[in-house]
C-alpha cells in the first residue's frame, strides 16, 4: 500500500495577495525553502488546496506552493455568498494570478502539479508561459471542452440513468432542454435560498455519482458542509457553462507550445468522469510526456495506484 509522506509538513510562509478586481489569493509554501520550486492547482474548480496536496512531494527537495483559487478556500470574496460576482473569475484571470504568484515569490520556473480542473488550468498555463514550467505532473486529465461538458452533465446518463435522472429532475421542466451546467448556474443565483441550496444539493449529489467508479469510492465529505456545496456548485457550473472560457480544443491544439517540457499524465482506466480518451490524445500531441494508465482505478487520487504513481513522478522531477 503506497503511504502519502507525513501529516506534518506545515508552510513556513503564507499570506493574501491582492490579484485585482477586489480578489485576495491565499498563498502557501511548505518544504524546502532551497528545494525545487512546485505549484499545485487543484481540481474543481473551487475545491481549495487541502494540506493532502503537500504530501504528494518530497519536502526535504521541494519548495510547495500552494494557493486556493479565486473564489474558494481562504481566498477572498468567498464564491458561496450570492452576493460575490464571478464576472472576474475566468482561466484568464487565474492565469495571470499564477504568474503574479510567481513573481511575487521570486520563483524562476517551477513544476506545475494538477488533478482534475487542476489540469486544464495548467495546460492553459504552461501554454501560455511555457518559460515558467519545469515539468508537469497531471492526473485525472481534462480539457473541460464542450465535448466534456456535455459528457459529463448529460451523456453519462446512460451509465447512471436512475442517478441522471434526478439529477435532471431537479431543474424545472421549462430549464432542461439546454446545457444542464447553465441550468442549474441560474438556479444557484436565484433570490430564493431554497432553490439555491436544493440545485447546490442535487449539483454536489450528481458530482459524487460520476466519480465514483473506483473501488472504495466515498463520497466528499466536505460536500456535507451547506457553504462548501455552494461555493463548488457555482465555480464549477460558472467554468463550465462556459467551456472554461477557452477556445474548443485550444489545448489540444496548442500542446506544440510544450515542447521541451517533460509531463507525466496519470490517468485511470476507469476513469468515466473524464475518458481515457483526452488524456491519449495529449500524450500523442505533445511528444515530451509519458501518459501512465491505472488499470483499477478512476477519477481522483482515491486509490493507492494512481497516488504512487503521481509520487514516482514528482520524485523523478526532483532533482532535475
Known amino acids: 500500500m503506497t503511504e502519502l509522506r507525513p501529516a506534518g509538513i506545515e508552510p513556513y510562509a503564507h499570506g493574501m495577495l491582492d490579484v485585482g478586481d477586489g480578489n485576495r489569493v491565499y498563498w502557501e509554501t511548505c518544504g524546502n525553502p ?11 474548480p473551487g475545491s481549495g488546496a487541502g494540506p493532502f496536496w503537500r504530501r504528494l512531494f518530497d519536502p526535504a527537495a521541494y519548495r510547495i506552493v500552494l494557493f486556493d483559487q479565486r473564489g474558494c478556500g481562504r481566498s477572498t470574496p468567498d464564491a458561496a455568498d450570492p452576493r460575490t460576482s464571478l464576472a472576474a473569475n475566468t482561466t484568464h484571470h487565474l ?26 488550468l495548467a495546460l492553459a498555463y504552461a501554454e501560455r508561459h511555457p518559460a515558467s514550467v519545469s515539468a508537469l505532473v497531471l492526473f485525472s486529465v481534462t480539457h473541460t471542452t464542450r465535448r466534456e461538458v456535455e459528457w459529463v452533465t448529460r451523456d453519462m446518463g446512460r451509465i447512471f440513468p436512475e442517478e441522471w435522472a434526478r439529477f435532471r429532475d431537479a431543474v424545472p421542466e421549462e430549464m432542461r432542454g439546454g446545457s444542464p451546467a447553465d441550468a442549474y448556474a441560474r438556479l444557484l443565483a436565484d433570490p430564493d435560498p431554497a432553490v439555491r441550496e436544493r440545485a447546490a444539493r442535487a449539483w454536489c449529489r450528481w458530482e459524487d455519482v460520476h466519480v465514483s467508479t473506483a473501488p472504495g469510492h466515498r463520497p466528499d465529505p466536505r460536500s456535507q ?28 491544439r496548442d500542446a506544440g507550445r510544450l515542447a521541451g517540457i517533460p509531463g507525466v499524465l496519470v490517468h485511470g482506466r476507469m476513469d468515466i468522469s473524464s475518458p481515457v480518451d483526452v488524456a491519449w490524445h495529449l500524450a500523442r500531441a505533445w511528444p515530451d510526456a509519458e501518459l501512465v494508465l491505472i488499470g483499477e482505478e478512476g477519477h481522483g487520487l482515491s486509490g493507492t495506484s494512481m497516488t504512487a504513481a503521481v509520487m514516482a513522478a514528482t520524485d523523478r522531477f526532483r532533482s532535475t
Open 34 to 44: 532551497a528545494g525545487k520550486p512546485a505549484v499545485v492547482l487543484h481540481g474543481g
Open 95 to 120: 492565469i495571470a494570478d499564477i504568474e503574479r504568484l510567481r513573481q511575487h515569490l521570486g520563483i524562476g520556473e517551477w513544476l506545475v502539479l494538477g488533478g482534475s480542473w487542476g489540469t486544464t
Open 225 to 252: 458542509d451547506p457553504r462548501f456545496r455552494m461555493r463548488f456548485a457555482r465555480l464549477v457550473t460558472h467554468y463550465w457553462r462556459h467551456a472554461a472560457f477557452l477556445e474548443d480544443g485550444a489545448l489540444l
